[in-house]
């Protein structure tokens, strides 16, 4: 069993809809991160957390939305969504960000978004 | 720019056959770190290995080995004895030291029964 929760496992929204993503992590990791994934393609990063402060936002359109209510939690609010942003969404986390000891990801199971 | 070259798209191997995932790798510095993850098709991303830029002693676990070479700069992984729950997508990744992980393209494992 993955030790990273996500929820839903799958969402359909429309194009004028507004859902979140949630994840959660019981590890004690300081370090949360949110990844698109369209198939056949590696993760692209989105959003780094660290220390529930957003520590990388890799150019992400405003219409997705990153939130960290603590250190377990992590959401991603979309709104205003198009379809080409139909995909599957990763949760991540880790020991720490930003240090000399790159610890690894654990990902959770994602959410395969779909928008219509 | 560090970059990660996963040349091989996608492998299909009879089960029981023994079976390499090749990673080529580039960075300038000197401290890094490199990763393997493999992705079933229940879309999760399993860590599978971290070795560090100091650290070339090649190592086993079980049916899974992997092959570092700074001279070449590769991380190859090597399977085994496959079985059909092998069958997946693998990830070499890499990250230098205070930085992101940078995955490469993937290579698609079909083990045939």
């Known amino acids: 069993d993955t030790e990273v929760t996500q929820t839903p496992k799958h969402l359909v929204m429309g194009m004028t809809n507004k859902k979140s993503l949630k994840c959660e992590q019981h590890?004690?990791?300081?370090?949360m991160y949110w990844y698109k994934q369209k198939a056949k393609k590696p993760p692209e990063l989105m959003f780094v957390?660290?220390?529930?402060?957003?520590?990388i936002n890799e150019s992400v359109p405003s219409r997705f939305s990153p939130e960290c209510p603590n250190s377990s939690l992590l959401n991603l609010h979309l709104h205003a969504l198009q379809p080409e942003d139909s995909a599957l969404y990763l949760c991540?986390?880790?020991?720490?960000?930003?240090?000399?000891?790159?610890?690894?990801?654990?990902f959770g199971n994602g959410t395969r978004l779909t928008v219509t | 720019a560090q970059k990660v070259t996963q040349a091989q798209t996608e492998i299909s191997v009879v089960e029981k056959e023994d079976v390499t995932l090749d990673c080529v790798y580039e960075?300038?510095?000197?401290?890094?770190?490199l990763f393997w993850y493999k992705q079933p098709p229940s879309g999760e991303l399993v860590f599978l290995i971290r070795r560090n830029s100091f650290d070339e002693q090649n190592e086993i676990s079980g049916r899974y080995s992997w092959n570092f070479q700074k001279s070449t700069s590769s991380f190859n992984f090597t399977i085994t004895a496959s079985q059909v729950v092998d069958s997946a997508v693998y990830f070499c990744?890499?990250?230098?030291?205070?930085?992101?992980?940078?995955f490469g393209k993937g290579t698609r494992l079909h083990i045939l029964p």
């Open positions: 957390y660290s220390y529930e402060k957003l520590s």
């Open positions: 991540a986390s880790s020991q720490d960000f930003g240090s000399s000891y790159n610890s690894p990801l654990h």
């Open positions: 960075t300038r510095d000197t401290t890094y770190y």
């Open positions: 990744a890499l990250s230098e030291v205070d930085d992101k992980i940078i």
């Open positions: 590890m004690g990791h300081r370090a």
